[in-house]
């Protein structure tokens, strides 16, 4: 017998509220603390609510790191889709894309690079992730550069560029020395030596 409607509803956002509420909690706690005690209390809902929706806490800690991720990638492709400016513009736009919002949820990310090597399925999430990152940074550099009539190895400088992104990204989460602005102002710089832009205009 089908569930109805409503029901189903409620467990989609139950779900949801405890895959929000794991991540603030791994936020706060780090990812090795977060047990479901620590998740229960930041949803505010029951343990035994979580052990009804979710096999173990590897299952819901897995979970909400894909709803991370493609909250991310949903992210990347809304601000590359919705640059009109033209090629260079979408690929600028495209290296900003984790400098342009500050989701407090940074650290958490840090916290599951770590857990990776532990976790195949994270890692392979991250891999995925990064995978299509980079040829979509790819693809951009492919298309300037076509329009531009300059010739470069796309490879290695989408490898380069995403390389300065991973790099500029975990400084500013780690050191807390410099301020997205400085990423994004050094990120400009180099895309425009790189196809003759002036990176003030």
């Known amino acids: 017998m089908r569930q109805p409607r409503k029901q189903r509803q409620i467990q989609d956002i ?3 509220e405890l895959i929000i ?11 090795v ?9 930041e949803a505010e809902l029951s343990r035994g609510l979580i ?6 806490k590897e299952d819901l800690l897995i979970t909400a790191h894909r709803y991370y991720l493609q ?7 809304h601000v590359v889709m919705n640059t009109n400016d033209g090629h260079f ?4 736009n495209g290296v900003f894309v984790p400098f342009l919002r500050d989701t407090g949820y940074q650290r958490m990310l840090v916290h599951y690079f770590s857990a990776a090597w532990i976790m195949p399925q994270v890692l392979e999430m991250h891999r995925n992730l990064w ?10 550099i492919v298309s300037v550069a076509r329009e531009r009539n300059i010739e470069l190895d796309t490879r290695l400088t989408a490898i380069a560029l995403t390389q ?3 790099g500029l990204w975990l400084g500013w989460v780690m050191e807390e020395s410099y301020s997205r602005e400085d990423c994004r102002r050094i990120l400009r710089q180099w895309l425009c030596s790189q196809f003759n832009e002036d990176p003030e205009n």
Do not use: C, P
């Open 89 to 92: 513009a979408k690929l600028l």
């Open 21 to 31: 509420a794991t991540l603030k909690s791994i936020r706060k706690h780090g990812y």
């Open 71 to 77: 909250n991310v990638d949903d992210f990347f492709r």
């Open 14 to 16: 139950r779900k949801e």
């Open 33 to 41: 603390n977060s047990t479901f005690n620590t998740i229960s209390q």
């Open 131 to 140: 995978a299509r990152y980079r040829a979509n940074i790819e693809r951009r």
């Open 164 to 166: 300065m992104v991973d």
């Open 51 to 56: 052990n009804h929706y979710y096999q173990n």
